[in-house]
């Protein structure tokens, strides 16, 4: 009988079969620590917030660097060995922030520099995950609630996905978008949240979670390619065991459960993406070409049923204990371009009215030198792009960058204390993405904690337009 | 023979049989957590002698020789290097642009593959050091990648080290070359404050969070220990970081070594010894100019030598010390910092048994583990505590029972583990009989492969949890972080691919045939695949013997469920039977689609203890 089928009759079938597979287990053990889940209203919109990691701890104050005179002394006195030459830095014209400050770029980032010039993309100064305003003495005489984990790596690189660094969670904010948006979501339908590094937090809701493709796109059975009377029985084998039931085994059933939706969503994503053609080229690099994919898959965002989507990039590599003013300057031309090509690309494709990109680090780096290189800091700078920026600007408070008593926010060595919390641009981010703002502390309920800053019940940041 | 008497034989048989299968399928199971995988026979013994006596005589057997990846690796690299030279002539080997001719890192996955596969005695001690691997993180997936043989020179002392002392162990990781690099401890220098600069303070940091104590404090049991408002207690401050940084000063590697003479490179210049000032620019004192097998050497000029003391006093040096001196402290401290047993007790129980280990688990192995870090009485315990005792307080619906025992699953296999368990299983084999796998293909599937971390942080992190009903149920599970709806089909496809494709993982023994030569080894896969005498196999030839009978069939599957599950009854034997149905008399599909439908199903997959 099963031969009589075409293969696309087939996998439909299996399909089905999957769907009534995938029915809850009946069994349930009290479950612990979870937080309840917080109902968010969000409008519909095509949106898409693309967040661009750069795992180890981006030494941004190499990236974003004072360029009037005084402010440029006070640098280059603090780096050192690390201050980058003042002829060789990029100029950005036409801003000055309210202490007088000029700045400039990296000398690798021309593509980052020209989106700032054109007003598409600006820097969010001095930001990082923070619990609640952090004065010099307050966290010296320990009198502060600092975040968990200050300085490590594994706990900030959660902390600026999750947006909670007083507790450790397995959510983030962009998994709290998909319990919201697909709460009722079917196995066969893909995750709005889209993942070009496989496992992450940010993306992981109560329920949700992300969908895993790789820079050349999502992973499909080879037993599928290729037509033949032994394919089809080993496809129908396949089959078989991702539909077989271990009820009451939590490793058994969640190894499957991924699998089957893996199966379930390959066809249905690789039929609605790989079609899309790219106006560019874009570069060899990875990250240039998992931004490529992410911009094709915005593109057929209407055929994948997914209007608002998130993707989360890992760009790995910046920490630069040794060797930093090489290996910076590789990697900020890799990103710069990628970030350039992206942009463009989505311009010619009429999305870029629709997507917004930012940057996060795990932290910002010791203004000081251990010679060759810099060590784990706190504060540092990110970037947010797209039409909807009001371009152009480093917003937020750049720090002073001073050593010892001089400074008000260095705790020793050129750690800064942030001065804006990650909840401030998420809030944003996420309130333009469709958030209604009543909901916004639910998500970030430490935002009322810098209430105080404004007049506002949390700050805002002038980064989009209306 | 009287009636009586022969069915007492015939029971005591039947009995014996039983007990027999128990033990086969035990030892099979216990197999997958004290190795990289077991053929029919090896189980077969480990049935006989018991786990136990097996366990024992893994401990005391004679170490073999040391230096045995370093040699390997280099001797490969030899092979390809003398290729190259036949091939292309010495200009090859000489020049200023990017030389084919660096240790690159293939050369250690191949020696590396070489052993997993071909080893039949150490099995333990090769299996430890694959878990150790883990802890003890450094990575190709950094400019170590131009280094195999001071790789091969790193993973030798986890090999060597395996049953050994761990504060033995971390002295000699934190003083070898290849981690002062990833670490970049190598070429730091005491602070120089006129200039603001501090020392690098990335291996003090990770010395204690990843390798000894841990962020927070635990108790004996590797739970946290909670302060009155019930927060868990940080085990070090950032001072404590700057503080430990002081110690690591002072080091370089022991000389200058790079492998050919060009425009920047005299021959004159290896063997000499690096110095701070020895008027060499900084970015030749690194991988790959520097001899990356010798454990590296102090300089008490650019030593920080003043006093230091950590962790509220629970570390003193009084200063004037040599670098290696104050290492060496440290390191015995750290190890017997009340925190490490517990921490690298639960490191290892996870990589071994089980993601979710009880309490008293824990405490038993730390208390193996000792002030010293007795690496031997350790594992012991890690793997003969579940023969006594349940590893996991939370008990799962899905737990069975078998000859008296319970089990249930205890965590996924990480891919690598599949992986090697399946080409031992099966004794995969070539006529060449060179195993060097480039691993490359491995790597890209199912994103795992030795010493190619992305990050320090290893492949998948202690305490995560999957989306699903683990979480439902708080339970962590590291090895799902790397199974995703791209690697979870990209496993299945490398299925396919070794029992009906024609593609198992790539073995390499000739040069590059294109003529823009990058790299020496040829790593186009149909290219490798064409050639016969390399081309790895799986044997099949008993089961596809029994195969030829289909009344045989049903014994077939039971037979590779024990090898590959660890049980005789798989779940899916019906589905199995069934899917083969349609082409019964071709014994090889039949054995190939046995070995499919078994290593893609969880209950492969998932250990049970």
């Not at chain 1, 009589?4 to 009946?26: D, H, I, K, Y």
Request: hydrophobic share 40%.
């Amino acid at each position: 009988m099963l031969k009589n089928l075409t293969r696309r009759q087939f996998v439909q079938g299996s399909m089905a079969a999957g769907l009534a597979a995938t029915a809850a287990p009946t069994f349930a053990l009290p479950a612990v620590g979870n937080q309840n889940p917080p109902p968010l209203n969000i409008d519909q919109g095509k949106r898409a917030l693309v967040c661009i990691m750069l795992d180890g701890g981006n030494d941004s104050y190499n990236m974003l660097v004072p360029h009037s005179p005084s402010h440029y002394r006070e640098y280059a006195q603090s780096r050192g060995n690390l201050a980058l030459a003042k002829d060789s830095l990029l100029p950005l014209n036409n801003f000055r922030d309210r202490d007088g400050r000029e700045f400039a770029l990296h000398p690798s980032m021309p593509e980052v520099a020209e989106l700032f010039e054109q007003e598409k993309l600006s820097f969010v100064a001095n930001i990082a995950p923070l619990i609640e305003p952090t004065s010099k003495q307050a966290f010296l005489d320990r009198s502060a609630r600092v975040p968990l984990g200050l300085l490590s790596h594994a706990d900030q690189f959660k902390h600026w996905q999750t947006s909670r660094p007083d507790i450790r969670v397995q959510q983030g904010w962009f998994g709290y978008f998909a319990d919201a948006i697909q709460a009722q979501k079917k196995a066969d339908q893909i995750p709005m949240n889209i993942s070009l590094a496989g496992s992450n937090i940010m993306q992981n809701g109560r329920h949700s979670t992300h969908y895993s493709i790789t820079g050349t796109g999502s992973v499909g059975l080879v037993v599928n390619e290729e037509e033949s009377d032994l394919n089809r029985e080993i496809l129908r084998s396949f089959e078989t065991i991702l539909n077989t039931s271990y009820s009451g085994d939590p490793f058994k059933q969640t190894y499957l459960s991924i699998t089957r939706e893996a199966q379930l969503q390959h066809r249905k994503f690789s039929e609605a993406v790989e079609k899309i053609s790219l106006p560019i080229e874009f570069s060899r690099s990875d990250l240039s070409q998992q931004l490529s994919k992410v911009a094709q898959c915005i593109a057929a965002s209407e055929e994948l049923g997914l209007p608002q989507q998130t993707y989360f990039l890992r760009y790995i590599g910046w920490d630069h204990h040794d060797e930093l003013l090489a290996n910076q300057a590789r990697m900020l031309s890799v990103l710069s371009k990628a970030m350039g090509e992206f942009q463009q690309a989505l311009e010619l494709m009429g999305l870029s009215e629709q997507v917004l990109s930012f940057t996060g680090s795990d932290f910002g780096r010791t203004l000081t030198s251990n010679g060759n290189g810099s060590d784990h800091g706190w504060g540092g700078h990110c970037m947010v792009m797209g039409d909807a920026v009001k371009g152009g600007k480093v917003l937020g408070q750049y720090p002073a960058l001073s050593l010892g008593d001089d400074n008000p926010l260095d705790v020793g060595g050129g750690v800064l204390i942030p001065t804006l919390p990650t909840d401030v641009l998420f809030a944003q981010l996420s309130m333009w993405f469709g958030v209604k703002e009543q909901d916004i502390p639910m998500l970030f309920p430490n935002l009322h904690n810098f209430s105080g800053l404004s007049n506002e019940p949390w700050p805002r940041l002038d980064l989009l337009k209306s | 023979m009287p009636a009586t008497v022969f069915r007492q034989l015939i029971f005591t048989i039947s009995r014996w049989g039983m007990f027999y299968m128990g033990t086969v399928n035990q030892a099979s199971r216990f197999l997958m957590q004290a190795s990289l995988g077991a053929n029919r026979s090896t189980i077969e013994q480990l049935a006989d002698m018991g786990p136990e006596a097996w366990l024992q005589r893994q401990l005391n057997a004679k170490a073999p020789e040391a230096g045995k990846f370093q040699r390997n690796t280099e001797q490969i690299w030899h092979y390809f290097r003398g290729e190259l030279l036949n091939a292309h002539g010495k200009s090859a080997l000489d020049g200023d642009g990017n030389n084919p001719a660096l240790p690159y890192k293939w050369y250690f996955h191949m020696a590396w593959w070489q052993d997993a596969l071909s080893e039949q005695e150490h099995l333990l001690r090769q299996r430890v050091a694959q878990a150790l691997s883990e802890l003890l993180v450094i990575s190709d997936n950094s400019s170590l990648e131009l280094d195999a043989i001071g790789m091969a020179s790193f993973y030798d002392l986890l090999y060597e080290n395996a049953f050994g002392s761990y504060a033995d162990l971390l002295y000699a990781v934190s003083m070898h070359p290849c981690m002062g690099v990833y670490l970049s401890h190598m070429n730091n220098q005491k602070a120089v404050p006129a200039k603001n600069i501090h020392p690098d303070e990335n291996y003090a940091r990770e010395i204690m969070q990843l390798f000894s104590i841990g962020l927070f404090m635990l108790n004996p049991d590797g739970s946290l220990q909670r302060d009155e408002q019930g927060n868990s207690i940080p085990s070090y401050h950032n001072r404590d970081i700057r503080e430990l940084a002081r110690v690591f000063t002072g080091l370089t590697a022991e000389s200058y070594r790079y492998e050919w003479s060009n425009r920047f490179w005299s021959s004159s210049y290896n063997g000499q010894p690096v110095g701070f000032d020895d008027g060499v620019e900084s970015s030749y004192k690194t991988v790959p100019f520097v001899n990356m097998r010798k454990p590296m050497v102090g300089h008490e000029s650019h030593h920080d030598r003043g006093r230091k003391e950590l962790l509220d006093g629970f570390i003193k040096l009084p200063g004037g010390q040599s670098v290696s001196e104050e290492v060496r402290e440290v390191v015995d401290r750290l190890v017997a910092h009340p925190n490490t047993a517990p921490f690298v007790a639960k490191h290892l129980i996870q990589q071994m048994v089980t993601s979710n280990p009880s309490g008293d688990y824990i405490a038993a192995v730390a208390e193996k583990f000792g002030a010293r870090g007795d690496l031997a009485a350790t594992i012991q315990e890690v793997l003969s505590y579940p023969l006594r005792n349940s590893v996991n307080d939370t008990k799962y619906p899905a737990q069975r029972e078998e000859d008296g025992r319970s089990l249930q699953p205890q965590k996924l296999k990480s891919p690598l583990l599949r992986l090697t368990q399946i080409l031992r299983a099966f004794n995969a084999s070539n006529r060449s009989g060179h195993l060097w796998l480039i691993g490359d293909d491995i790597q890209e599937a199912v994103q795992q492969h030795p010493l190619s971390a992305s990050t320090v942080f290893n492949f998948y992190k202690p305490d995560f949890v999957p989306q699903g009903m683990l979480k439902d149920i708080a339970e962590v599970a590291p090895e799902f972080e790397i199974h995703t709806s791209a690697t979870s089909i990209a496993y299945v496809n490398l299925m396919y691919y070794w029992f009906f494709g024609k593609y198992l993982p790539g073995v390499s023994t000739e040069i590059n045939q294109t003529d823009n030569i990058q790299n020496a080894p040829e790593l186009n896969p149909d290219y490798l695949n064409n050639v016969e005498q390399n081309k790895l196999r799986l044997d099949f030839s008993e089961e596809i013997q029994i195969a030829r009978n289909p009344e045989r069939h049903d014994e077939l599957i039971d037979r590779m469920s024990e090898l590959l599950l660890g049980k005789r009854q798989a779940d899916i034997k019906p589905a199995i039977r069934e899917a083969f149905q349609s082409y019964r008399f071709n014994p090889e599909w039949v054995v190939q689609t046995i070995a499919f439908m078994l290593t893609i199903s969880p209950e492969f997959t998932v250990l049970e203890v």
